[in-house]
């Protein structure tokens, strides 16, 4: 029995450092990349950061979920299925995989004291120290699950994907779709938040997510069905949390190495945690149970809303949700501050679903019977 336990033990070691070296490899190619795009482009940086800004997972919550969803009921609720998802999946693959990040893997990594080589010089910027593991990319993934659902329904309502119709405009826009999720992608490359195979997978992952949730029927969820999903997905990533620990791996190993390596000490976020991506994503879904199953959004739903009205919906709900990025969240204990997450956003959920539309909605009709 001992001979085969020691048999089994040196398999997995053996196994464990060719897998490492492969990586090894594949990382240290990476960082050429990195070095040589941030070497040519260093003068557009600005472009940069503003494209890694503009597609960060956290304004599909605050941004593309209340402005669609304002807009187009079907298709914003299709948003925020996919978000939520994708940001799940995303917080389980970053843990499973364990995926480093340049800009401490060429402090951590034993490759140049091997090779004699001198490390790498990746320069840091205020948006490289991401606290979570580096794969899949969080902001290739998402923006290929939301920009998916966006483009898929414009061609569906132009019909532009029906049998007669053209498809160059189809064709336009997936052509774009891949510029856009590159663009990303070449960003996080760029501040060395992520290696390029990082972001390859993150795309096709959320492609993928997106695909999966096309056809699924929301229509007859309750408030018990999204609470019960609420807490699968709670307990799936709390159970992930626990084998990890069971097995021996730190889960939170990498806020340890990016408060290690980051150049600067403020550049580093709670808001990038794993655990604070769990609390976005659950109680974003837990108030979005409470919203589609309101009253208010039952009787909306089923009578007619003015284009005007949606477009007064979009400027107020986006309007508090960029507001709730000022709300401070106290950080005496950490459980106290990931509760507070998980209250804010399903509380930002529930007003962009009901609670906003009953208010325009009241408004229009107190003016029309001014009138």
Request: proline share 3%.
């Amino acid at each position: 029995m001992e001979t085969l336990s020691g048999f089994l033990s040196s398999v997995n070691s053996a196994m464990t450092n060719v897998l490492t070296g492969a990586m090894d490899l594949v990382y240290e190619n990476s960082v050429s990349a990195i070095e040589g795009l941030q070497a040519r482009f260093l003068q557009q940086s600005d472009v940069f950061f503003l494209i890694s800004n503009l597609f960060d997972p956290r304004y599909a919550f605050l941004v593309y979920s209340p402005l669609f969803f304002s807009l187009d009921w079907k298709v914003g609720k299709k948003i925020m299925w996919v978000t939520v998802i994708a940001e799940w999946v995303n917080q389980m693959l970053k843990w499973a995989l364990h995926g480093e990040r340049p800009y401490w893997w060429i402090h951590e990594t034993h490759v140049y004291n091997r090779t004699g080589l001198s490390t790498p010089d990746i320069q840091q910027f205020s948006l490289t120290c991401e606290t979570g593991p580096g794969s899949p990319s969080g902001h290739s993934m998402v923006t290929a699950a939301v920009w998916y659902v966006i483009l898929d329904a414009f061609l569906q309502k132009f019909n532009f994907v029906k049998k007669g119709s053209s498809n160059l405009i189809a064709k336009f826009c997936w052509l774009s779709y891949i510029a856009l999720l590159t663009t990303v992608s070449a960003s996080r490359v760029f501040i060395a938040a992520h290696f390029p195979h990082q972001c390859f997978i993150g795309m096709a992952v959320g492609w993928l997510v997106a695909l999966c949730l096309d056809n699924i029927n929301h229509k007859q969820l309750g408030i018990l069905h999204y609470c019960a999903i609420t807490a699968g997905m709670l307990a799936s990533a709390l159970s992930m949390y626990g084998f990890l620990t069971a097995i021996g791996v730190d889960p939170m190993w990498s806020v340890g190495r990016a408060i290690k390596w980051c150049a600067k000490r403020e550049y580093v976020h709670l808001d990038t945690t794993p655990f604070f991506s769990m609390m976005r994503y659950c109680g974003f879904m837990f108030g979005m149970g409470f919203g589609f199953n309101s009253s208010s959004f039952k009787s909306l739903s089923q009578s007619k809303y003015p284009m005007v009205m949606r477009i007064a919906c979009a400027v107020l709900s986006v309007g508090a949700c960029k507001l709730s990025e000022k709300v401070s969240l106290i950080k005496s204990t950490m459980f106290l501050f990931y509760v507070q997450a998980f209250l804010l956003n399903a509380l930002l959920s529930y007003i962009m679903i009901a609670l906003v539309p009953s208010i325009v909605s009241k408004i229009a009709g107190q003016k029309q019977k001014a009138q």
